[in-house]
């Protein structure tokens, strides 16, 4: 854990600290965040089991994502959770592009109506103040058939990470996977539930390559529908990747360096009781 401590209060690390206690992430060029990151996955530090990451990222991210979507419905928060949970089990060999309707079904699967769940929309849509044309309904389907070609070299590069402990690609993946989550909100295949179903798969996208998946909280919410929209109705992705930079960050931190410097401290607390006692 030493290694770790010492990681925490280097000068990439106390930099990343700095900037985001002041407000001054989410810097187009991100390199901050590309810094960190390259610590994170460089020989100096040993990482903690993916596993345990994603359960404890399951624990939090459900109240974070309900709370920025603004979702208040039991059902809708209850299918939240299922999503997550059947994603994070799904094997990497089911996991397909096509999957993203499994996810959707899950989200609908506690409300009144599941069937709504798991189905391309059948009708065009509107998003007021969004100012993108969204791909006509009737054309979903084929547009999927193309992103296939997209998603599947991302599948085998995320298993090659993943398996041969290599991260030097890590920043270019990262950067190609968002921005075939933004194509994906841009086609707007589901009548409903569009951002939460990408976002976990864009999660999903990010495990399977032994990154930790990110949450966005709510008064990030502003600077994620900037970025998002940047992205989308000028073609310019810049923001949105350095955004989910910082998330990963965030998620390097909280979900694995933190707890651990956590544990630690309790572990030293509880031997210096036991020390006490013996010495009385």
Do not use: W
């Amino acid at each position: 854990m030493g290694n770790d401590n010492e990681l925490m209060n280097s000068t990439i690390f106390m930099g990343y600290m700095y900037r985001k206690q002041h407000g001054l992430l989410y810097s187009k060029d991100a390199k901050v965040a590309k810094s960190v990151i390259r610590e994170y996955y460089s020989n100096k530090v040993k990482r903690l089991d993916p596993s345990i990451i994603n359960r404890r990222f399951l624990n939090q991210y459900i109240r974070n994502e309900s709370a920025m979507e603004g979702v208040h419905e039991k059902c809708e928060i209850k299918g939240l959770a299922v999503m997550y949970e059947d994603m994070c089990e799904m094997p990497l060999n089911d996991f397909e592009l096509f999957s993203i309707l499994t996810l959707h079904r899950d989200l609908y699967s506690m409300c009144p109506h599941p069937e709504a769940g798991g189905k391309f929309r059948t009708g065009d849509v509107y998003l007021p103040g969004a100012g993108v044309d969204l791909v006509n309904y009737s054309f979903i389907f084929d547009k999927m058939l193309e992103y296939e070609e997209v998603f599947n070299p991302l599948k085998e590069m995320a298993t090659y990470m993943k398996n041969n402990n290599v991260y030097s690609c890590l920043e270019d993946y990262v950067s190609r996977c968002v921005r075939f989550s933004c194509d994906l909100i841009k086609l707007h295949p589901f009548q409903d539930g569009n951002g939460r179903t990408v976002r976990c798969f864009l999660n999903k996208m990010f495990i399977e390559a032994g990154i930790p998946p990110v949450y966005i909280k709510l008064d990030e919410k502003n600077e994620y529908a900037r970025a998002l929209n940047l992205a989308n109705n000028e073609g310019d992705y810049n923001d949105i990747i350095g955004f989910y930079l910082y998330k990963i960050c965030d998620s390097i931190i909280e979900l694995d360096i933190n707890q651990r410097i956590e544990a630690e401290k309790n572990s030293n607390i509880y031997e210096n009781k036991k020390t006490k006692k013996k010495k009385k």
